[in-house]
Each structure stands twice: as C-alpha cells, then as structure tokens.
C-alpha cells in the first residue's frame, strides 16, 4: 500500500528558511516524479517543484532561485525521499503545502503540512 508522509512544516519569519520532507513508499517500482504544491489560504492548489526519478527538477517562477528540491531513492526502491529546501520566505509562500508521488502516473498524495511565514 502506497504512503506518502510530510513533515517540516511550521512558522518562521520572513526572509527565514525552512527544509520540508516527503517520504513515499509502498511500491517495488519506484516513484517517477515526486514533487510539492501548495495551497495558499483562499487559493487553488499549485505545484511549487517537481523532480524526476533521474534527478530533472522543475520549479514555479515564484519560487526559483529561492527553493531547491532534492531526491533520494532507496536502492530497491523501497522508498524515495524528496526535499523542499526553502530560502528567503515570503509571507506569499505562507500555504499548505502537500508532497505528490507519481506511480505509473497514477499520483499519490501527502496530508499537507502548515507553512506560516510571518513576524
């Protein structure tokens, strides 16, 4: 049975950082693209940064230059582990933000985790 778990979310000041984790796991055959949106209050859910099994990474405008997505994968693709690095916060970024794991297209997701940026 596939899991996809969040965890790192919190309040943090602007111009602050914040590392967000996802672990996706219950699959022998690996997860293709595993990436983060995030739903500001009010807003429609949007996708943050992805990246492929083979490391390609995508982002959103809005955050380019200021988040990095990483990925690590277990060697029998047991699991695969995605990071959001998030640098020079915005009370913008302030949303929920839920990790997304693709298997064989099918997307799998996270709870969601609170991001709160504010003074």
């Known amino acids: 049975q596939v899991q996809v778990v969040e965890s790192g979310g919190g309040l943090v000041q602007p111009g602050g950082s914040l590392t967000l984790s996802c672990v996706a796991s219950?699959?022998?055959?690996?997860?293709?693209?595993m990436g983060w949106y995030r739903q500001p209050p009010g807003k429609e859910r949007e996708l943050v940064a992805s990246?492929?099994?083979?490391?390609?990474?995508?982002?959103?405008?809005s955050v380019k230059g200021r988040f990095t997505i990483a990925r690590d994968n277990a060697k029998n693709n047991a699991k695969s582990t995605v990071y959001l690095y998030m640098n020079s916060l915005k009370s913008e970024d302030t949303a929920v933000y839920y990790c997304?794991?693709?298997?064989?297209?099918?997307?799998?997701w996270g709870q969601g985790t609170q991001v709160t940026v504010s003074s």
């Open positions: 990246i492929t099994s083979g490391g390609i990474s995508n982002y959103s405008d």
């Open positions: 219950g699959s022998i055959f690996g997860f293709n693209i």
């Open positions: 997304n794991a693709k298997l064989m297209n099918v997307p799998y």
